[in-house]
């Protein structure tokens, strides 16, 4: 049984910056970890992914702005996120797989394990 839990969202005003901390728990290696962010009404949004090897794909409205790494050791990821605008506010949540791929960008139905979310909100 893999869970996934993050943290590290709040309150920041902005162009502050966040860091926000996904930890795996479970005897296994995952494949694909990677964010996504939700606002009431919408979509679920990718925002960055990373494969087991590190190559990562971010969403080109954060590229600038965002950067996802992990650890494998620690079967943890990471989302650093600075200069932080009102339209990041949104609930983020972490993803994995099990499989490995080799495409840097998978479909949302490729996640199978899933965080709980973290509130991120962006306002002055």
């Known amino acids: 049984q893999v869970q996934l839990v993050e943290s590290g969202g709040g309150l920041v005003q902005p162009g502050g910056s966040l860091r926000l901390r996904c930890a795996a728990s479970?005897?296994?290696?995952?494949?694909?970890m990677a964010w996504y962010r939700q606002v009431p009404g919408k979509e679920r949004e990718l925002v960055a992914s990373?494969?087991?090897?590190?190559?990562?794909d971010t969403a080109d409205a954060v590229s600038d702005r965002f950067t996802i790494s992990r650890d494998n050791a620690k079967n943890t990821a990471y989302l650093q996120m600075d200069g932080l605008k009102p339209d990041d506010t949104a609930v983020y949540y972490c993803?994995?797989?099990?499989?490995?791929?080799?495409?840097?960008?998978?479909?949302?139905?490729?996640?199978?394990?899933w965080g709980q979310g973290t509130q991120v909100t962006v306002s002055s």
């Open positions: 990373i494969t087991s090897g590190g190559l990562s």
């Open positions: 479970g005897p296994i290696s995952l494949g694909h």
């Open positions: 993803a994995a797989t099990l499989r490995r791929y080799p495409s840097s960008r998978l479909p949302i139905s490729a996640y199978v394990y």
